[in-house]
């Protein structure tokens, strides 16, 4: 008798309160800031601002950053020009690296309630651009 492996079992993945919807495109959004800002939207199912939410991110340099508590309310906007978008807190960690940051939305108690997602940077600054994520409530 030959010997045949089971297949694979697969890791269940959390089931998350909010999904990543409408990630912003790179090429609309170039910077000449020095540091890195990513502007979010965390919403309802109806589109309304949620606060009481932070973004937390680890970067791949082992950096981690928290945001500020989110707003009820649009309290962030991009600058006037070209590609605009509003928000309810920005996630601002400093410099730009070589390396990724990953990002997650924590509720007021710290617990995880998105995906993580992941944005990769160089200090490069031909390559600096700020981004935009918007965490919608299932």
Not at 97 to 118: A, E
């Amino acid at each position: 008798a030959t010997f045949t492996p089971a297949p694979p079992t697969l890791t269940p993945t959390p089931d998350f309160p909010f999904f990543v919807e409408n990630p912003s495109t790179r090429d609309l959004t170039p910077t000449t800031n020095h540091t890195i800002v990513v502007f979010v939207e965390i919403l309802n199912q109806g589109g309304t601002p949620l606060g009481g939410y932070r973004v937390v991110g680890d970067s791949s340099e082992g950096k981690h950053w928290e945001s500020e508590e989110s707003c009820w309310e649009w309290c962030k906007a991009t600058p006037a020009g070209g590609y605009a978008k509003v928000a309810n807190v920005t996630f601002e960690p400093g410099s730009f690296i070589d390396g990724t940051w990953n990002l997650r939305l924590v509720d007021g108690g710290g617990q995880q309630v998105s995906p993580v997602v992941s944005l990769p940077y160089a200090t490069d600054p031909s390559q600096w651009t700020w981004d935009f994520i918007l965490f919608r409530q299932k």
